[in-house]
């Protein structure tokens, strides 16, 4: 677990933590800078949201932003679920995962397909 606050500046067009935040990876399938990344979003969400559907929003919207993907629905998109207690289940690319605990709140961001499944197929 680490302390975030005035000792580790966090950079997003020079936006400062308001307050201090503690972080935990709890599972990662992402190279060390993807987690760096994610982590920094994370923490600038949560210090700017309070509801929990905008700070996912805000994940989800700035990670698509810093790995945009091609377009192609075959290559995938990010996704991004937030709360405190919840069961999740999911299909990732390969290195595209992390599940995070920061301050309270439990954070998962992933990447898959838009549709596991073939249209029309069952």
Known sequence: MALVGDEAPVVEQGYQ???QHYY???T???PESFEQDAIQIALVAVDKYRQLKDIAFYIKHEYDKKYPGSGKATEGVYHCIVGKSFASSV???TR???HMKVDTYHVI???SKDTPFTPGGE
């Open 24 to 26: 935990k990876i709890v």
């Open 109 to 111: 961001l992933w990447k």
């Open 91 to 93: 299909s990732h690319e």
């Open 17 to 19: 933590l308001q307050s």
């Open 96 to 98: 595209q995962f992390i």
């Open 28 to 30: 990662s399938y992402m």
